[in-house]
């Protein structure tokens, strides 16, 4: 396990408070993180903490941990002044959720702490507590309220479960340890809601999204080497069913369920002409090296991009780059 650095916590109780951020469509580890960490600082400086969530970001599935939390959101203003940044679940500096014309110049005088568990974090912080071992940000900053001896009342308890339910897919996948295990027991001890994890994470969602699954279903492929299970979905399919760009994450479940894939793909066309990418392995059949062929990132079996163009031109190439990288690592 990962030290956690000396100087963090007097940092992040420092006066005034940081800016507390995340990473660009943000999920439930990357909320639950934010909002527990807030809630922690606010113990100590007894100053309301405020959480960066440009307006667009926050997918109508996650907006219950904002209820939840009665997080505090940040202006633009808030934004733009503040002097200090505590960012949680990112791994570079241009995937941080704050106004574009920020992201370009992040630092301009900022510091930064760096909260986060991605194998391809790029240490951009003047302060780094990264650990690619643990299952999620929620876990580190689970770490964080029993190094500093801040009260994990029930209502963090609950935000920081549902960060590690979420990124373990309900402990299933191989990043759950017993260390995961052992924080979960002691969240639950200071009573989170299990129940309410499992009903908002895994047994809820909008007629929107019901929908929009109903076309990734309907669009999900084999690759011809039947190795690759991929599914697409276009600027019109997704807004056809009132969705946006916040709300595609989870849907990447559907292909990878399909029996035989090695690699899921999910190819979803949130902005206009901006095609992103999801990439899964199954076992432990890495994605991230190829991830970062096309400039993206994340973690060795749960990895990103971002290509340029229509959802048939991403399609087009990276199925065959992909089908060269399985060559290359399962060969036949
Ligand atoms: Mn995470």
């Known amino acids: 396990m990962k030290d ?11 006066s005034p408070p940081p800016l507390i951020a995340g990473h660009v469509t943000p999920d439930a580890d990357c909320l639950s993180s934010m909002f527990a960490l807030a809630k922690g600082i606010e113990q100590v400086t007894e100053q309301p903490v405020l959480c960066a969530l440009p307006e667009g970001s926050l997918s109508k599935k996650l907006a219950f941990l904002v209820d939840l939390a009665e997080a505090n959101i940040a202006g633009l203003r808030a934004c733009r002044e503040a002097k200090l940044l505590a960012v949680c679940d990112t791994a570079k500096e241009r995937r941080v959720n704050l106004p574009d014309e920020m992201r370009t110049e992040l630092k301009n005088g900022r510091r930064i ?11 951009f912080g003047d302060i780094n507590y ?7 940000t929620a876990e580190l900053i689970y770490r964080v309220f029993k190094h500093a001896g801040w009260e994990l009342t029930p209502t963090i308890a609950t935000l920081l479960c549902t960060g590690i339910h979420a990124d373990t897919v309900g402990f299933s996948l191989a990043n759950t340890r017993a260390a995961t295990f052992e924080a979960a027991a002691d969240l639950l001890t200071h009573g989170a809601d299990l129940a309410l994890i499992g009903d908002r994470l895994w047994r809820w969602q909008s007629d929107d999204e019901f929908q929009l699954r109903r076309i990734v279903y309907q669009n999900t492929r084999l690759s011809d080497s039947g190795r690759i299970a991929y599914s697409t979905a276009t600027y019109e399919e997704i807004t056809g069913c009132g969705c946006t760009a916040a709300d595609i994450d989870d849907q990447v479940e559907i292909p990878r369920s399909l029996a035989g894939a090695r690699i899921t793909i999910l190819f979803t066309e949130g902005r ?27 973690h060795h079996t749960a990895a990103g991009a971002i290509m340029t163009g229509t959802v048939d031109d991403a ?15 399962e060969p036949h």
């Open 4 to 14: 956690i650095p000396p100087d963090l916590v007097a940092s992040l109780t420092a």
């Open 113 to 123: 702490i760096n909260i986060d568990h991605h194998a391809s974090s790029t240490m």
């Open 130 to 136: 990264v650990d690619e071992h643990a299952s999620s």
């Open 272 to 298: 206009k002409g901006h095609v992103r990418i999801n990439l899964r392995g199954k076992g432990d059949v890495p994605v991230l090296d190829l991830a970062q062929r096309i400039d993206g990132g994340g």
């Open 315 to 329: 399609v087009a190439r990276l199925i065959p780059l992909t089908e060269e990288y399985l060559d290359e690592h």
